[in-house]
């Protein structure tokens, strides 16, 4: 069936609603908006029914993957199942109606919620504090080296440089740059680890900060990461932990214990939210207690003779919970009120439900479930770090490409066998990149089919690369000019073809 545009099933005349008709008196139109506001003739708009409408926006979006409906192993993502009662607790009326200017005395809930999760986000890694304001992991990484900054500064000299590791998510040297600093790019060792000689030469006193992701996007350890701690902290410099990854460390290992001073989180991966349409996700921000005085205003704070939760309430009863904004040494505001609350409540309910040996099992699940990718997958396809990977796997399809079909064209051929695509050609560092994410919630069987299908398609190429290089064949899109699809919309095309 062709799927017409929405402007396709456009008849002139058809209306999604009818009102009733007016009698009362009527005025002209340029009489209530002045003439050169007015459009010189009518919207260029679709006219169709609510109908015509409902099923042609909904049939479009089964059009999409998504985690609901599809295995979906983007690595760096951490595209897991999202638990629906996550969603109910955030449209619950007393968090979902509130609004941001009601007095914190008519909000303490949400407070309370907001504050119990700073709380746990501290226990899960290991720091003292923490900001729920950023709005994603790379806003986040904003506001941490805006801390690293004011922190140096107040020391008498904001230093002039970060290190960042050549494995690392583009958003960290851009953060970086934009906070100002000028970025030292280290290279990784041939066993997916820093190159540690490389990080020590490029160590000296100008070096606000280090930032490493670990388990770092190779999906491996940094083993040597208290010798990097010890080493940094020696020449003054702050460490910068980049949380995307911390599905695969819940409960088995925490950033402050390894001497890290400022991390984000991306609750958007780890605590499960729906995110990868471009929805709200959040980047709370976690530093050390040396760091705490600089966090962005206001800060939640509990009032000490606010008496215990279920203690009979005085007669001027005082609100528990209240906004600090007296924070001299604060770098600000990075976001307009308390952050985006509605993700933070789906983090608390997240964490609240699996308890601490739940997150435990998350990570072992998510660890397990990426190195059996990779034991069933490795004699196929190169597997560049041979080591015991953690949640991820990044193998290469160089041996394929050479056959003629690389990782584009494995990633659009998956999409045949309904699944999402892995991430490739990231990170850099590997050639033909394959980032596989399994996560803790896919099944064995699954994982089965996945790794079925990933060897049919690496014998698919040895018999016909050529094939393998037009998928993928049952989508109802073929192959598109990605980078022209996404930036050169065409929203007439139905029109003019017509
Ligand atoms: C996703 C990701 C980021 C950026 O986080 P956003 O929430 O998408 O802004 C940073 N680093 C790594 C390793 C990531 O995977």
Same mark, same amino acid.
């Given at each position: 069936?062709?799927?017409?545009?929405?402007?396709?099933?456009?008849?002139?005349?058809?209306?999604?609603?009818?009102?009733?008709?007016?009698?009362?008196?009527?005025?002209?139109?340029?009489?209530?908006?002045?003439?050169?506001?007015?459009?010189?003739?009518?919207?260029?708009?679709?006219?169709?029914?609510?109908?015509?409408?409902?099923?042609?926006?909904?049939?479009?979006?089964?059009?999409? !993957?998504?985690?609901?409906?599809?295995? &979906?192993?983007?690595?760096?993502?951490?595209?897991?199942?999202?638990?629906?009662? %996550?969603?109910?607790?955030?449209?619950?009326?007393?968090?979902?109606?509130?609004?941001?200017?009601?007095?914190?005395?008519?909000?303490?809930?949400?407070?309370?919620?907001?504050?119990?999760?700073?709380?746990?986000?501290?226990?899960?890694?290991?720091?003292?504090? !923490?900001?729920?304001?950023?709005?994603?992991?790379?806003?986040?990484?904003?506001?941490?080296?805006?801390?690293?900054?004011?922190?140096?500064?107040?020391?008498?000299?904001?230093?002039?440089?970060?290190?960042?590791? =050549?494995?690392?998510?583009?958003?960290?040297?851009?953060?970086?740059?934009?906070?100002?600093?000028?970025?030292?790019?280290?290279?990784?060792?041939?066993?997916?680890?820093? =190159?540690?000689?490389?990080?020590?030469?490029?160590?000296?006193?100008?070096?606000?900060?280090?930032?490493?992701?670990?388990?770092?996007?190779? #999906?491996?350890?940094?083993?040597?990461?208290?010798?990097?701690?010890?080493?940094?902290?020696?020449?003054?410099?702050?460490? &910068?932990?980049?949380?995307? %990854?911390? %599905?695969?460390?819940?409960?088995?290992?925490?950033?402050?214990?390894? #001497?890290?001073?400022?991390?984000?989180?991306?609750?958007?991966?780890?605590?499960?939210?729906?995110?990868?349409?471009?929805?709200?996700?959040?980047?709370?921000?976690?530093?050390?207690?040396?760091?705490?005085? &600089?966090?962005?205003?206001?800060?939640?704070?509990?009032?000490?003779?606010?008496?215990?939760?279920?203690?009979?309430?005085?007669?001027?009863?005082?609100?528990? !919970?209240?906004?600090?904004?007296?924070?001299?040494?604060?770098?600000?505001?990075?976001?307009?009120?308390?952050?985006?609350?509605?993700?933070?409540?789906?983090?608390?309910?997240?964490?609240?439900?699996?308890?601490?040996?739940?997150?435990?099992?998350?990570?072992?699940?998510?660890?397990?479930?990426?190195?059996?990718?990779?034991?069933?997958?490795?004699?196929?396809?190169?597997?560049?770090?041979?080591?015991?990977?953690?949640?991820?796997?990044?193998?290469?399809?160089?041996?394929?490409?050479?056959?003629?079909?690389?990782?584009?064209?494995?990633?659009?051929?998956?999409?045949?066998?309904?699944?999402?695509?892995?991430?490739?050609?990231?990170?850099?560092?590997?050639?033909?990149?394959?980032?596989?994410?399994?996560?803790?919630?896919?099944?064995?069987?699954?994982? =089965?089919? !996945?790794?079925?299908?990933? +060897?049919?398609?690496?014998?698919?190429?040895?018999?016909?690369?050529?094939?393998? +290089?037009?998928?993928?064949?049952?989508?109802?899109?073929?192959?598109?000019?990605?980078?022209?699809?996404?930036?050169?919309?065409?929203?007439?095309?139905?029109?003019? %073809?017509?």
């Amino acid at each position: 069936m062709k799927d017409l545009l929405i402007f396709e099933r456009s008849v002139p005349g058809h209306r999604g609603y009818a009102l009733p008709v007016y009698d009362g008196p009527k005025k002209k139109l340029v009489e209530m908006v002045p003439q050169e506001l007015l459009r010189e003739r009518g919207a260029d708009l679709p006219e169709v029914s609510e109908v015509d409408v409902v099923r042609h926006y909904t049939r479009l979006s089964q059009l999409n !993957f998504s985690v609901d409906t599809h295995f &979906y192993p983007l690595g760096s993502c951490t595209m897991k199942y999202n638990p629906k009662v %996550n969603d109910q607790m955030a449209s619950l009326a007393g968090f979902a109606n509130l609004h941001p200017y009601q007095p914190a005395s008519t909000t303490q809930g949400m407070l309370q919620l907001l504050a119990e999760l700073e709380q746990m986000l501290c226990a899960i890694t290991g720091m003292d504090a !923490f900001t729920l304001q950023p709005a994603a992991g790379a806003h986040g990484e904003l506001t941490g080296l805006l801390l690293v900054r004011a922190y140096h500064t107040q020391r008498g000299n904001p230093r002039k440089k970060v290190i960042v590791p =050549d494995s690392a998510h583009g958003t960290n040297p851009s953060s970086a740059r934009m906070a100002g600093y000028e970025v030292v790019t280290i290279p990784s060792a041939a066993n997916g680890e820093v =190159d540690f000689e490389a990080f020590r030469a490029a160590l000296d006193d100008q070096v606000a900060a280090v930032m490493l992701t670990n388990p770092s996007t190779h #999906g491996i350890f940094e083993t040597r990461i208290l010798d990097i701690a010890r080493l940094a902290h020696e020449k003054g410099a702050l460490l &910068y932990y980049d949380g995307a %990854n911390l %599905n695969a460390l819940l409960g088995l290992a925490r950033p402050g214990d390894m #001497g890290f001073d400022v991390v984000h989180l991306n609750p958007h991966k780890t605590f499960s939210t729906p995110h990868g349409g471009g929805g709200p996700g959040a980047g709370p921000v976690g530093v050390k207690g040396a760091l705490a005085p &600089y966090l962005p205003a206001p800060r939640i704070v509990k009032h000490v003779n606010a008496g215990a939760a279920n203690a009979p309430r005085p007669a001027h009863h005082e609100p528990a !919970f209240a906004l600090d904004y007296d924070r001299p040494l604060s770098i600000g505001r990075m976001r307009t009120f308390y952050g985006n609350v509605g993700i933070l409540v789906r983090a608390h309910t997240y964490i609240r439900a699996h308890g601490a040996e739940g997150l435990r099992r998350v990570s072992r699940g998510a660890i397990i479930n990426a190195n059996y990718v990779k034991a069933k997958l490795r004699d196929l396809y190169d597997d560049p770090f041979p080591q015991p990977c953690m949640h991820e796997v990044v193998l290469s399809a160089r041996r394929q490409k050479k056959q003629g079909a690389g990782a584009r064209d494995i990633a659009k051929r998956l999409l045949d066998f309904g699944f999402h695509a892995p991430t490739v050609y990231f990170p850099l560092t590997v050639p033909e990149a394959l980032m596989i994410e399994p996560t803790e919630t896919e099944s064995q069987r699954t994982l =089965d089919r !996945f790794i079925a299908v990933m +060897r049919q398609i690496a014998e698919e190429i040895e018999r016909d690369a050529a094939m393998l +290089r037009r998928a993928p064949f049952t989508m109802p899109v073929k192959r598109v000019d990605e980078v022209k699809a996404a930036r050169d919309l065409d929203v007439n095309y139905g029109k003019r %073809n017509a």
